[in-house]
């Protein structure tokens, strides 16, 4: 039986501040910062992550019209634009001959994802035109990621941009597939089948060994405003949706 699912049964905002508490998020704070530690502290924001109320929307069976489907991916594509943006500017901008490869890899493997849903979104359509959603919030919440290439160093970027954000995509396609493309019809998440956000998790790591403490420090700290941005913007996702389609 599927589940009428209404806003009052999604987590609410005060489980997103839960999350964000040190005493939940900092596992192992009485160890030295490592690149160990760091790669277990993410494990557990993906853990943790894997409760978002978006995913318990998805798994309550409410995306069951085209309508709401659309209207999720309407709001998702200004994520997936963002996501081109950032990964354009992060490697236009790097310098430094030890990231750059790595850079240029992620950038090539993820080029065009943006323009492949926008494809997958007028198919839909008799007059093949896109439906435009525009959020303030969600904008903002997508701008943080933009703004953090222009301001973090290279080793920063890798924990937002692979550590963390790929980690997501990771999470985010598994449960979104069957809810939002159950037929297997969009290339975008075709492009995402399989280990390939997994293998973008992990790549850039071998750039993080051999830092000091110190770094470390302020890798955990970049880790962790990270995955609050990421948890705040897919729940935003799913508050969208349901105030532009109530459940019956
Ligand atoms: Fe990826």
Redo the contacts with the bound molecule.
Sequence with gaps: MKAALNTKRLPQKAAYHQNVQPSQTTPFPHKSPSLGILIRRNEQFKKDFKQNSLFKLMESGYFDTEEKRQSFLAYFQIWSNYFQKTMLLKTALCEDSNFTPMFYQ?FE??YGHDQMLIKDRTKVRSDRKVNVKKDAILEALCNWFLSKMLSLTPYEQIVVMNLCV?AV?AVFYKFAKPAIDPTNQLKHFQA?DGE??VH?EKMGLSLLENLTISQYSRLFEVQEDAWAMCEALMERLGELVIKDIPSK
Excluded: K, T
């Design positions: 992620h493997e993820e790929e995509a995402h390939i956000d973008h």
